[in-house]
C-alpha cells in the first residue's frame, strides 16, 4: 500500500522534476562554455567580501570558483530547495487542502505510512535533481576546460541531496504537521533563504559567527565540496535532521483532524 | 439483524466552539438498513461521517463500527468500509482508471470483474483524465471505488450530487441489492426525495442535535397534513385559519387547501357548513416532514 502511495506521488512528482533536470543540465552546460570567454575578466573583478560570500566565496577566475559561485551557492540549491518543498508541501498540506488526502485516508493505509511513503517519493525527486546536477557538472566542467575532479563533482551532488532531503523534510513535517499548505512552503522558503543569508553574513561579524550552525547552507556548503570532497559531520547532520522533521510529520499528521 | 448494530455512537460530539459541530449524537444502524441521514447544510451529517472513519476525531462521546472502536481499530474498519465523501476530489491529472488503480491498491487489490461492472453499470468514464470530466461523471467514480470493494457498510455522503436520473436510478437499484445482500448503507442527503425513495429509517439532525430517528411511515403521522377541498363557490380561507390545529389555509378558485396537525374533525365540520363536491387529501412529501422538524420551534 505504501509503495502504491509512493509510486502514484513520483508519478505526480517526476514530469516538474525531470524538466526542471533537463533545465539544470541545459544552464550549466552554458555556465561552463561561457568559462573560458568571461571567467578571467570577471575573476578580476573587485567584489566585495559580503557580496563574495552571498555567491558562495568568489574567487571567479577558477574554474571551481566560477562554478562554486554560479552554481553550488544560489542555482542548485534553489532549484532543489523549490522541487523539495512545493512538492512536500504539495503532496500533504496541498492533497488534504484539495479534499484528496480524505479520500485517500478512509482506506486502511496508516497516516503516517502514508506521509513516510510520501517523503521517499519526494526524496527521488530530489535525488533526481541532485543527478541531473553532477552530469551538468560533469559537461559544464567540461566545457569550460576541466579543473574539478569527478569526486569533488560527486561530493557537491551529494551534498546538494542531503541539503534538498533537509529542505524537503522541513516542508514535510510543516505540511503534514499542520495540513496547512501556505505555511509548508513559506515557512520552509523562509528558512532556506535566511539560510543562505545567514550562513553568507554570520562569519562577517564575531558576535554572531554562531548563527551559521542553524543554517543548513553551512551544513550544505560550509565545507566546500567542490574543493574539499564530502563532508562527511556536514551530511550526517542534514541527513538526521530529515529524518526527525520527517519523523515530525508523521507523528503530527496522526494526531490532528484532518482540515478538509 | 445482527445482535449488535454496524454503527453505534454514544454521546459523539464533535464541538468546533460557536455552536458549530455535532453533540450528543446517539444512534444504532442496523445490519441490512438503507439508513438516511438527514438535515440541511451545517447540520453535522458529514462531521458524523468523517468521525466514524476517524478522519477527526471526537470531543466526547465515542462509536462503534461493525463492532470496532472507531479511533483503536479505525484502520480494520476503512479496510471494511467504502467511503463517497460528499465533496469528492480525485487527481486531476490522472485517468479514472490510473485512480481506481491506486484506491484499489491501497486496499491491496479488488476483483477487476466487480470493478468493471461497476463501471459499467455507471456508464463511468475511466479513460479520461479527471479534470476533463463533468462532475457527474467524477461522481460515478466515486460511487465505483466505494462499492468495488464489496464493502460491509457503505458510508455515503451526498451521493447523487451531480448524477442524472438514469444514473440515480442505477443507484438505487444497487442500494436494494446491496441491502437485500445484507450489507449496511448509511447515506446522508438534503436531497428529501433520494432518502424517501431508499432507506428503510431514517435520522433527521439540526444544528448539530439528532431531532429524530424513525422510519418514514412513522415519521409521516406526525408531519402536517393536508385536504383539499372542493366547493361549488368561493369561500373565503379565512374561515379555516381560525380552526385549532391548523397552519395554513388557502383558496386557489372553488378549492380550499387546508394544512392541519391532528386531527381534521374541525376541518371537515367547518367544510361541512359549505356545499362541498369533493375533499382530497394531499400526500405529504418528507419535504414537510424534513421542513417540521428542521423548524427551530419544530418538535423532536
Known sequence: ?260 | MSAAPVIATSGLSKDYGSGRGLFGLDLEVWQGEVFGFLGPNGAGKSTTMRLLLDLIKPTSGSARVLGLDTLRESIEIRGRVGFLPGDLALYPKLTGRAMLDYLAQLRGGVDPRVRDALVERFGADIDRPVRQLSTGNRQKLGLVQAFMHEPELLILDEPIAGLDPLVQQSFHALLAEVSAQGRTVFLSSHTLSEVERVTHRLAILRQGRLVVVDSLENLRQVAVQRLEIEFSGPVDPEEFRALPGVTEAHAEGRTVTVGFEGSADAVVKAAATHDVRAIRPREDGLEDIFLHYYRPDGAP
Open chain 1, 1 to 260: 500500500m505504501t509503495v502504491a502511495a509512493a509510486r502514484i506521488t513520483l508519478r505526480l512528482r517526476l514530469p516538474a522534476a525531470t524538466s526542471a533536470a533537463v533545465g539544470l543540465i541545459a544552464v550549466m552546460a552554458a555556465v561552463g562554455a561561457l568559462f573560458p570567454t568571461v571567467g578571467h575578466t570577471i575573476g578580476t573583478l573587485d567584489v566585495p567580501k559580503s557580496v563574495s560570500n552571498l555567491l558562495g566565496g568568489g574567487d571567479y577566475g577558477t574554474i571551481t570558483g566560477w562554478f562554486r559561485s554560479e552554481i553550488a551557492a544560489i542555482y542548485g540549491p534553489l532549484v532543489i530547495g523549490a522541487l523539495a518543498i512545493t512538492g512536500a508541501s504539495a503532496t500533504t498540506a496541498g492533497e488534504e487542502e484539495d479534499r484528496i488526502l480524505g479520500l485517500v485516508l478512509a482506506h486502511p493505509i496508516r497516516r503516517a505510512r502514508l506521509v513516510g511513503a510520501k517523503a521517499a517519493a519526494i526524496a527521488v525527486v530530489v535525488l533526481t535533481i541532485a543527478i541531473a546536477t553532477w552530469i551538468g557538472l560533469i559537461v559544464g566542467v567540461a566545457l569550460g576546460g576541466g579543473g574539478i575532479t569527478i569526486a569533488h563533482m560527486t561530493a557537491l551532488a551529494v551534498q546538494l541531496a542531503f541539503f534538498g532531503f533537509a529542505t524537503g523534510a522541513l516542508a514535510i513535517a510543516l505540511g503534514a504537521g499542520t495540513g496547512r499548505r501556505t505555511l509548508a512552503t513559506g515557512a520552509a522558503a523562509t528558512v532556506g533563504i535566511l539560510g543562505w543569508l545567514i550562513n553568507s553574513f554570520a562569519p562577517l561579524v564575531g558576535a554572531i559567527e554562531w548563527l551559521k550552525y542553524v543554517s543548513p547552507f553551512y551544513y550544505y556548503a560550509g565545507h566546500d565540496p567542490l574543493t574539499r570532497g564530502v563532508d562527511i559531520p556536514g551530511v550526517i547532520v542534514l541527513g538526521v535532521a530529515s529524518v526527525v522533521l520527517t519523523a515530525l510529520g508523521m507523528i503530527g499528521i496522526e494526531r490532528r483532524d484532518l482540515r478538509a
